[in-house]
């Protein structure tokens, strides 16, 4: 049975089975939580101090050494005030004074210090310290996070997000269709049922004239992926799947909620469409379990809710290793799209594209410059040293600032 279904994603999703760089290169003598070797060499500085900059759903962090080394990341976004002062508390204690190549060390020392308080918010604090010593490498050796990691920045294929579930079927299709023109997106992704909905719709109906409506105005030759926000039951995710087979549709994201992990590998057995996941999961040992039951088809980490670019390369890994290829999420336009872009230029199984959103916000505007911009249906990796994107000084300015720092 699994054969056919691997055979089938590799055609679905165009990309090779053949184990990653990273699982070519990096050691595995303790499980997935240790023993990874990073391309990071020390540097024989001590992190010195830890900086947030927390606006709205925003908090940029700001790492220095004692040898003046500097970088920035991001902690996850939403509630991210409560995330920065999880930094400030759970984190920055673990970090200061360690050398800022002991990536590995910090997040396996954060997540463990802190057991009691399980992932979420730890992760989402973490992912901004991380991302940050990430950045002060790259910046340091003068090469970009995705060189770094042995790729080369380019333009990178993404494909168009909706976030929408409170569009019509007809509006959905025609600015779809209207961004394949404009843009040139050769992929893009729709929302079916409702978010933890039990197995409604968000309107009766609207799925089922959703998908065939916007296949229709998009073409053939256009990828539709769709995303069900842990909406299914598994009988119901697998009624919904045939339907999205027929249209042709290449990725069932989040079919059931996404903690139900045997619902998930029922579906994914049943139906011929690749089945996505794992926006949500920060737990490593999770991740093992999702991918040695196949309850997913497609591994989708989320750099900033998982802790960073060093937890999302050890998912990338174990998904190396099962032929599985990474596809992570990334649905704003804040700083995660960046990253994103980075680890996807780099980690060998990396799907073949990454999530951009379409829709217009103000909270990510004028965050970094230079904007991520769109042509040709892909959207150039940064190519500066670090992230290869600047924080914007006025964005930093009037953000509230808080600091930790070595005495
Ligand atoms: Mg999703």
Known sequence: MMQPRRDF?????????????????????GGERAGTR????????????????????????????????????QIAPFNADISATVLHRMVAPLALGQDPAALDAISDQCVEANYKFPWSFVCRALAGLDTALWDLHGKTTGKSVCELLGGKPRPFPIYGSSMRRDIKPVDEAARLARLRDENGYR?????????????????????????????????????????????????????VGKMLGQNKVCHFEEPCPYWELEWTAQVATAINV???????????????????????????????????????L???????????????????????????????????????YVEFSIEPTNWTDNLFEPALKVADGKVPIPS???WGVTINKSWLAKAERQVTEKA
Request: neutral net charge.
């Open 9 to 29: 994603l590799k055609m679905a999703l165009g990309v090779s089975a053949a184990p990653g760089l990273l699982a070519q290169t990096r050691t595995s003598s």
């Open 38 to 73: 990073l391309p990071i060499l020390s540097t024989g500085s001590k992190i010195k101090s830890i900086e947030t900059f927390t606006s709205g759903s925003l908090s940029i962090v700001r790492v220095r050494t004692d040898s003046g080394q500097e970088g920035y990341g």
């Open 187 to 239: 992929a893009f992704k729709i929302r079916v049922g409702k978010v933890c909905g039990h197995d409604e719709d968000q309107w009766p109906g609207r799925t089922e004239e959703l998908v065939p409506t916007v296949r229709k105005a998009i073409g053939n030759d256009v990828a539709l992926l769709a995303d069900g926000n842990s909406c299914y039951t598994a009988p119901k995710a697998i009624e």
């Open 274 to 312: 690749p089945v996505a996941g794992g926006e949500q999961d920060n737990d490593l040992a999770q991740w093992r379990r999702m991918i040695a039951m196949h309850a997913v088809d497609v591994v989708q980490p989320d750099i900033c809710y998982l802790g960073g670019m060093t937890q999302a």
């Open 314 to 352: 050890r998912v990338a890994d174990m998904a190396a290793k099962a032929s599985l290829p990474c596809v992570p999420h990334s649905a704003n336009l804040s700083m995660v799209t960046v990253f994103t872009l980075h680890m996807q230029g780099a980690v060998q199984n990396a799907g073949p």
């Open 384 to 386: 500066g040293p670090g």
